[in-house]
């Protein structure tokens, strides 16, 4: 069973920066995709960056490209999504999630319990 533990986030101030990252365990790091969603109350949750455990340039929604960096330390199974110029509107709960290496469906498999993020204005 592979077992995800999200970490970081909190409070940030309106252009400030945090990371968050999230450790994988029961599976070879590898052998998944990992992807960093977000939820903000009342909206639908939406997947904002996705990174292969074996490499590859990642995924970002259009909205956070030039401000999200997603990247990953094999070695500690760990994936990280970087931060930078936070707006107000990036307040959401943010999960890490995985699914296997080649799988096509968009579906993910594994969820964290999610971390909030709150951007004060």
């Known amino acids: 069973q592979v077992q995800l533990a999200e970490s970081g986030g909190g409070l940030v101030q309106d252009g400030g920066s945090t990371r968050l990252s999230c450790t994988v365990s029961g599976r070879p790091f590898a052998l998944l995709t990992m992807g960093w969603f977000r939820q903000a109350p009342g909206k639908e949750r939406e997947l904002v960056a996705a990174i292969a455990g074996s490499g590859g340039s990642p995924y970002y929604k259009s909205s956070v490209e030039s401000r999200f960096t997603a990247s990953r330390d094999i070695a500690k199974s760990t994936v990280y999504l970087r931060m930078s110029s936070l707006k107000p509107e990036d307040t959401a709960v943010y999960y890490c999630?995985?699914?296997?290496?080649?799988?096509?469906?968009?579906?993910?498999?594994?969820w964290g319990r999610g971390i909030q993020v709150t951007v004060s204005s």
């Open positions: 999630a995985a699914k296997p290496r080649g799988a096509t469906s968009g579906v993910y498999d594994y």
